[in-house]
Every structure is written in C-alpha cells, then in structure tokens.
C-alpha cells in the first residue's frame, strides 16, 4: 500500500488519531462492542497509511478488548 497522496496520509493519520480518541472514550469495559469496532477502524486506517506496526502501542490496545 505505499502509493498513497500526502493530503490522504494526513486525513487518515487525522482520521486514525480521532479514533484513538474515541477508543478512550467508550471505555472497554462499558461499551465493548463499540469499542471494539473504532479499534478495527483505527487498525484499517493504520494499514493503509503503513503505520500498523510502528504506532508504538502495539497489542496493548488490542489485549484491553479481547
């Protein structure tokens, strides 16, 4: 996936980032479903823009959910 427009990789380095933020905001353990799904969005946002194993964060945010 490495040809991707530089106003692209922004909007989904923005789009991934607001993720992270909402991931915070249902709180695993209250809203897991929900949860759960913002992860996989902000997992496909990564991949796509190529950051899925350089975001730092790793499976610690993945195991929180499972």
């Known amino acids: 996936m490495g ?3 530089r106003e692209d990789r922004e ?3 923005y789009v991934g980032a607001m993720l ?3 991931r915070r905001m249902t ?3 209250r809203y897991p479903m929900l949860t ?3 992860e996989m969005a ?3 946002a990564n991949e796509i823009t190529g950051k899925e194993n350089r ?3 790793g499976g610690s945010d993945r195991d ?3």
């Open 3 to 5: 040809d991707i427009r």
């Open 11 to 13: 909007r989904l380095e």
């Open 20 to 22: 992270g933020e909402l």
């Open 27 to 29: 709180d695993a353990e």
């Open 36 to 38: 759960f799904l913002i």
């Open 42 to 44: 902000s997992l496909e």
């Open 55 to 57: 975001s730092g964060r």
């Open 64 to 66: 929180a959910v499972a």
